[in-house]
């Protein structure tokens, strides 16, 4: 016992910290206030039956436990979670129930880890840790894409650019991923997340390159991949070709915006040749005028489009000039208004389909430029006319092949200007001096109508941050057009969280007919072509077969180390030919798009997959590489499931970056700053349940005050569930434990509660809905749980004997319910979950029989139907509307002051209806329990028309439809051990209490 300003207490006050003081009891409040025991001086102020109270401290049943109310997550969490990687293995050999797959889509092995990591491994980690406490044998077998430029670029940087030598680069590029790697790995195991760390996967892998060299055959001897000239997106600060994929758009992108005319020079046998031909004698000048947004492509031009049922005019350009000009009649008033010139219209009518075989010139090269169809021509937007370069554009291209066109692309991997375009353009960059200089030679052909400086959204090269082109080049292509119907029409067996993903994930698949999948780069998974004498690429099962065997052995490293005439099978080599190695590499989203062959069938995981799980943005990455993949190699989906989440912005809404310095890394939250006070260590429990609480469909706002209301919710929480392990510490389940049919009404309702709530956490989770399993464990242990539950249940926790039936029963209640809570919250925050099933007394979980077992492998939540009673949900909807009336009559005798505590006053429910009314028989079949559901001394119930109760005035009266509460002063004395007014005398316990103290 603690000696205490001269009085001893029981062992349960020695330490504040191991008291639950939102739930106690009055004669336990006395003794404490804020938290603190009484000092002398205050002691002495109490009254002589305040001291007599005390007497009887001892054989109160007060609350004790180790379980902290506050985490101290810095220092306590990194020794509460059982080794991620030994879980792992473990249930591996235990679970017994069927294999559930959640394929890691791989992170960049490159950098800090941000806050869209951790929102992405823990909502992962979140599925495996649910489905494993369910039973499952989890396979989730991290991984990290490896191969690309941003690497490649830092290996650069470690040469200081002096060598460009492949070997060394390469060379660098893989020391620097592994030391990423392992960086990323022991933040991402600090997490707590579960997973086969012992055996990632790596795109550099040997074995993973082999197998991405072995797809690339089978799709090649399929017919789906070629080699040709195609318009693609090239950025020339990275001398490279790109995938949609690896696009960003700036909307702030400033253009030149030019309209120029291109003079006709024959109407040839055009519809409205004739019409055309008044415009073009006696000194007159007749031009089609296009408009756009990139001139340094007019060097290429080869035609003009025009869209063959748009209504064009013939428009004079000034009152007193003979230059005459053909627009789109519907854009005639904005170009007006644009261009300030008077543009009156000198004859209408024209169709498109009537100005097909017109003849233009190139307004500064002289070379025809012809009239011709374009179904992509559209009046939005510019003249209706479309300046027309098959080599820079994907409708050019088009236009260009269906019309035998010239595909030409004047233009160099560093986005300069070659030889092509002419002397004076030749060597100057198409985005700077080049395209400034192509509009001079406008303006001196007098061929610039207007121009100006246009904002608008532009791609960009997501790696270098610099604007893009599109330029005609030999690349290796996917044609997706032989899966596209097929991938689309599987999308509908596929379960999309949200939704919406399968609208747009479909219109991804049609919005694109060719992969572009070839890179000018060395760090990659090279193409395992050869090419001839002539220059024409050799692709053979046999060469693929072969190269595919020694990258097994080697890694990829081996086609820049060995000679051709290694790298040949014997078939192809002294054969008379001569052969130079391909130097494309593979694209980066074909590397990942093929880890279903390299991660999975590879180690005996067939397809599909239960999850993929990733960011909205992978719509048009990594799920439909990985789609068009399979679909192309095995006809069939890599996934079952498909979750995406948003990005994360700053509280105000803003995209983080670190430009704008908004950005919050996870170890900061974890950590906390330098200044504890101001930013304090949440831990990881606290950064995975910001993860859970959001609606992670969409953007994601995170911020230090998002983070602070988490813990604040958290604390509340982990008051609740210390309420109930500090009232365990003396019930042994294996002994104590009371039957379900033995048990009190209110406890039977709160497994009743129980059991909905866990049936629909349940749910929750199998539906991904993490956000809802959170609101609703808050949202249960402080309505459900503290607000009433226990607040009925503390005065027999605390005064009845120690195995009294009625304090058992809520004992094990209060066992199945903390069990319950730890194991739903587990997969959501493991530490706390963890740190409540070891303070869990005699706790034994059923797969190790020792105290420390971790909880994940104690299965999921037992959830016994007996435990649901809706019967018991209508009976106790009357029973809380009555208590939460006499709290209303209660309240209005305390602020009369009246009354101080609610055990002072004695209940009166009077009730109209007699027999026949639903509240009165309700209340009377749980009539001993009254007095702990209204928290008072004392309750009576009675008809209206009875002439029974008290004669006297209540204090109080609060009257409803169903019946009338009136407050009235208990008429006994206080009891000094329980301080219900039931006593006979102030000096001398209640007869209850009596008959505790003398058992």
């Keep these: 016992m603690l000696t205490c300003a001269r009085k001893s207490y029981p062992r349960a006050l020695r330490c504040p910290s191991r008291v639950v003081l939102f739930s106690n009891p009055p004669y336990l409040s006395s003794i404490l206030r804020h938290g603190r025991l009484f000092s002398a001086d205050q002691r002495t102020k109490e009254s002589t039956s305040t001291d007599l109270q005390h007497q009887y401290s001892s054989t109160l049943n007060l609350p004790r436990t180790d379980f902290p109310m506050r985490p101290n997550a810095i220092e306590r969490e990194p020794g509460l979670l059982t080794d991620v990687n030994n879980l792992y293995q473990w249930q591996m050999t235990h679970n017994t129930g069927p294999l559930w797959v959640t394929h890691d889509g791989p992170p960049y092995a490159n950098g800090d880890l941000h806050i869209g990591h951790a929102l992405n491994k823990v ?11 369910q039973g499952h044998r989890v396979s989730f077998i991290p991984g990290w894409d490896c191969h690309g430029l941003p690497i490649e670029l830092k290996a650069l940087e470690k040469t200081k650019n002096s060598s460009h030598d492949p070997k060394l680069i390469r060379q660098i590029a893989r020391q620097f991923a592994l030391g990423e790697i392992e960086k990323q790995k022991r933040e991402f195991m600090s997490w707590g997340i579960l997973g086969d760390w012992n055996h990632p996967y790596r795109t550099m892998d040997y074995s993973y390159e082999a197998a991405q060299i072995g797809v690339f055959d089978t799709l090649y001897h399929k017919g789906f991949i070629y080699r040709g000239l195609r318009p693609v997106h090239w950025s020339p600060s990275t001398r490279t070709a790109l995938a949609d994929a690896e696009l960003e758009y700036n909307d702030n992108h400033v253009s030149k915006s030019v309209y120029v005319a291109f003079p006709v020079s024959d109407v040839g046998r055009s519809g409205s040749g004739e019409k055309l031909k008044a415009y073009l004698t006696h000194g007159r000048t007749l031009s089609s005028v296009i408009w756009t947004t990139t001139p340094w492509s007019l060097p290429a031009n080869q035609a003009v489009c025009v869209h063959p049922d748009v209504q064009y005019s013939i428009v004079k350009k000034q009152v007193d000039e003979d230059v005459y000009y053909i627009v789109a009649k519907d854009l005639l008033g904005e170009l007006r208004k644009k261009t300030g010139l008077p543009l009156d219209a000198v004859l209408d009518g024209l169709k498109g389909a009537d100005l097909v075989g017109v003849v233009c010139s190139h307004p500064f090269l002289g070379r025809p430029s012809p009239i011709m169809e374009g179904e992509h021509v559209t009046t939005s937007a510019g003249t209706g006319l479309v300046h027309t370069a098959p080599g820079h554009g994907q409708d050019d291209f088009a236009v260009g092949t269906k019309h035998n066109l010239n595909i030409l692309s004047p233009v160099d991997d560093g986005g300069r200007f070659t030889a092509e375009a002419g002397e004076r353009l030749a060597g100057k960059a198409v985005l700077a001096d080049g395209n400034t200089e192509v509009i001079a030679m406008l303006n001196e052909a007098k061929a610039l109508v207007f121009g100006e400086d246009i904002t608008h959204r532009y791609p960009y090269d997501w790696r270098s941050k610099k604007p893009i082109i599109i330029r005609a080049t030999k690349q290796w292509f996917v044609d997706l057009r032989p899966v596209q119907h097929h991938a689309l029409k599987c999308l509908d067996d596929i379960q999309m969280v949200p ?24 760090w990659g998974v090279p193409l395992p072509v050869f090419y001839d004498a002539r220059g024409e690429p050799v692709v053979h099962s046999d060469i693929s077969k072969h190269v595919q065997s020694l990258v097994e052995k080697h890694g990829s490293d081996c086609w820049w180390d060995m000679s051709v005439q290694d790298l040949l099978p014997p078939s192809f080599r002294n054969n008379g030919e001569t052969y130079t190695k391909g130097t494309d590499t593979m694209d980066v989203w074909f590397d990942s798009g093929v880890s279903w062959k390299g991660v999975l069938l590879q180690r005996g995981i067939d397809i599909p997959a239960d999850l993929y799980l990733e960011g909205s943005d992978q719509h048009r990455g990594w799920f439909q590489s990985s789609l068009l993949t399979a679909m192309g190699v095995e006809s069939r989906v890599p996934f079952k499931s498909i979750v995406t989440h948003g990005f994360t912005l700053d509280e105000s809404g803003q995209k983080m970056s670190k430009s704008l310095g908004n950005t919050i890394s996870p170890s900061f939250i974890v950590r906390g700053g330098k200044d504890k006070r ?58 104590d434990m009371v039957k379900y049919d033995d048990m009190l009404e209110v406890d039977k309702f709160i497994l009743h509660r129980l059991y909905n709530f866990v049936d629909d956490a349940t749910h929750a989770y199998n539906n991904f809905n993490f956000s809802k399993v959170y609101r609703d464990l808050v949202s249960f242990a402080s309505v459900e749980l503290s607000s009433v539950y226990f607040d009925v249940i503390k005065h027999r926790l605390y005064v009845e004997a120690p195995a009294n039936i009625r304090r058992r029963s809520s004992q094990t209640a209060l066992h199945i319910i903390a069990t319950a809570l730890a194991k739903v919250i587990a997969p959501l925050a493991p530490h ?25 492998c104690a299965g999921w939540v037992k959830n016994p139907v007996q435990f649901n009673r809706p019967d018991l949900e209508a009976k106790w909807a009357v029973i809380l509307e009555v208590r939460q009336a006499v709290n209303a009559a209660l309240e209005i005798v305390r602020s009369k002051k009246a009354i101080g505590r609610s055990e002072e006053a004695h209940i009166s429910i009077v009730i109209p209806g007699g027999s026949q009314s639903v509240h009165l028989g309700t209340l009377q079949s749980i009539g001993s329990e009254l007095t702990d559901i209204f928290m008072v001394s004392s309750c009576d119930l009675r008809a209206s028309t009875s002439s029974e109760g008290p004669s006297d005035i209540p204090l109080a009266s609060h009257t409803t439809a169903n019946f009338t509460v009136e407050v009235r002063l208990a008429s006994k004395h206080k009891c000094p051990r329980c301080w219900r007014k039931n006593s006979e005398r102030d000096d001398i316990p209640c007869s209850s209490c009596s008959s505790v103290i003398k058992t």
């Design 499 to 522: 939704p919406s993903g399968k609208a747009r994930l479909g219109a991804m698949l049609v919005g694109r007919a060719d992969w572009c999948i070839s890179r000018q780069r060395v």
């Design 832 to 856: 706390m979950a963890e740190d409540i099933n070891n303070h869990i007394p005699f706790n034994l979980t059923p797969s190790a029989q020792q105290p420390q077992s971790s909880i994940f």
């Design 678 to 735: 101001k930013d304090p260590p949440y831990g990881v429990d606290i950064l995975r349940l910001v993860a859970a609480s959001a609606d992670y469909t969409k953007d994601i706002s995170i911020g230090t005050n998002g983070f602070a209301k988490v813990h604040e919710s958290i604390k509340k929480f982990r008051n609740t569930v210390r309420f109930a392990l500090s009232n365990l510490y003396d019930f042994n389940p294996e002994v």
């Design 123 to 133: 909502l992962k980690d979140i599925v495996n840790r649910f489905k494993m406490m």
